[in-house]
């Protein structure tokens, strides 16, 4: 009953939450200024800038920009026991696949392109791994894996076997899918062979 209670509490608090927050945004449109007025604003108090003011602005903005996002970075891995599983697991493919010390492991990172095409194709792939462990034990229930066309350039064939290995090993328990050109039924015995010739519906073309 109080677990029933407190429940219903919580739902009447975020109604009321965002009852409050729409409100708020009504009344803060209502004191905007219309476009025109912003632009006549801004134009009026235009004056001459010269490029070391405005290099000057932007990188002032940029340190901004860094130190709210390193603030925000450490509240989100704050007592945050999904972050350290995935960060765990990256780590520990990230050593057995001996990528280098030097490459900073960051699950948070949008510069992964960065990378050489090694590294980045080792990288996705173990990134990937470590979100779908974590997925699956959030959901209860393993999600199942689409792996299209493994091998990438720059990549090693005994690297992409070694990948493929820890997906049997790790993850035997999911439905795996992979689209290749290559034959890997010696890594997984008992998989399904489906072989398409020509289109997926075996058509000339999709349009016919």
């Known amino acids: 009953r109080k677990s029933l209670l407190v429940s219903e509490r919580n739902l009447l608090r975020r109604q009321i939450a965002d009852i409050e927050s729409n409100r708020e945004k009504q009344l ?6 219309s476009v ?30 860094e130190k709210i996002s390193a603030r925000l970075l450490e509240r989100t891995r704050l007592n ?17 696949l001996k990528i ?15 990378k050489s095409g090694a590294i980045l194709h080792k990288l996705v792939f173990i990134y990937k791994l470590a979100y779908i462990k974590a997925l699956s034990k959030k959901l209860g229930f393993p999600v199942p894996i689409f792996c299209d066309s493994p091998n990438g350039r720059e990549v ?10 820890i997906l049997k090993r790790d993850f ?6 992979i689209a290749t050109i290559f034959d890997y039924t010696d890594i997984f015995e008992s998989a ?3 072989t398409l010739d020509g289109t997926l519906f075996n058509q000339q073309s999709l349009l016919d």
């Open 192 to 194: 399904s062979v489906f």
């Open 36 to 65: 025109e007025e912003q632009l006549l604003q801004q134009l009026s108090e235009l004056k001459t800038i010269g490029a070391v003011e405005v290099k000057s602005v932007l990188d002032k903005l940029k340190k901004e920009k």
């Open 172 to 177: 035997s328990t999911h439905q795996l899918l």
């Open 156 to 165: 090693e064939n005994s690297t992409i076997r070694e990948m493929l290995t």
């Open 100 to 114: 280098p010390e030097a490459y900073k492991i960051d699950i948070f990172t949008h510069k992964l392109k960065s």
């Open 28 to 33: 803060t449109f209502q004191n905007l200024p």
């Open 80 to 96: 945050n026991s999904w972050i350290d599983d995935v960060y765990n697991t990256v780590k520990q493919y990230a050593e057995e």
